[in-house]
């Protein structure tokens, strides 16, 4: 069975800085792309970034670039959102995902909960 | 940058069939996914490139896409669901995601 799990959630002030972790298991980790996405309380679905396989290209939602920072390390398992600079619009519950570049999320984590204020 | 219109609600009645569109341009050369969200409850994958349900997604659920919209078909609608469905595509290396569309059944 896949699991993902975040973690590193919490309450921080604006300019402050979080590192999310999502932690895999039951699935070919590095085989695959992961992906971070948002939703924040009373909106939709956002993409906030991705991280090919093997960590070598990465994407972010424009709204992010040069404040977060996606990263993997597959000898853990683990997919990372190096998050600075956190402004009140940031606030919302963030999931991981899997899912091969062009293709669908097939897994997702439960979430953690970030607020910004 | 790519967008993707989805209506914002969409009502039905047990049993009837609901259709839920997402519309983008030229959306029928991309390969469109559909998810659901449930209150409290992580989204789960319903319709993949277009027509393809995963494992363990009801037969129920069915998808198409051409021209410029897709459409996630519920037939026999059940009233568990009611939940928020989102379409979502790749384009140009980033992931899209429609505006989400609530579906009431009652």
């Known amino acids: 069975e896949v699991q993902l799990v975040e973690s590193g959630g919490g309450l921080v002030q604006p300019g402050g800085s979080l590192r999310l972790s999502c932690e895999a298991s039951g699935l070919s980790f590095s085989r695959f792309w992961m992906t971070w996405v948002r939703q924040a309380p009373g909106k939709g679905l956002e993409w906030v970034a991705s991280?090919?396989?093997?960590?070598?290209?990465?994407h972010y939602v424009d709204s992010v670039k040069g404040r977060f920072s996606i990263a993997r390390d597959n000898a853990k398992n683990s997919l990372y959102l190096q998050m600075n600079s956190l402004r009140a619009d940031d606030s919302a519950l963030f999931y991981c995902?899997?899912?091969?570049?062009?293709?669908?999320?097939?897994?997702w984590g439960q979430g953690t909960q970030v607020t910004v204020s | 940058s790519f967008e993707l219109t989805q209506p914002p609600s969409v009502s039905v009645s047990p049993g009837q069939t609901a259709s839920i569109t997402c519309s983008g341009d030229k959306l029928g050369t991309k390969y469109v996914c559909w998810y659901q969200l449930k209150p409290g409850q992580s989204p789960v994958l319903v319709i993949q490139q277009d027509t393809e349900r995963p494992s363990g997604i009801p037969e129920r659920f069915s998808g198409s896409n051409s021209g410029n919209t897709a459409t996630l078909t519920i037939s026999g609608t059940q009233t568990l669901d009611e939940a928020d469905y989102y379409c979502q595509v790749w384009d140009s290396s980033t992931v899209v995601f429609g505006g989400g569309t609530r579906l009431s059944v009652l």
């Open positions: 995902a899997s899912g091969d570049f062009g293709s669908a999320l097939d897994f």
């Open positions: 991280i090919k396989h093997d960590g070598s290209e990465t």
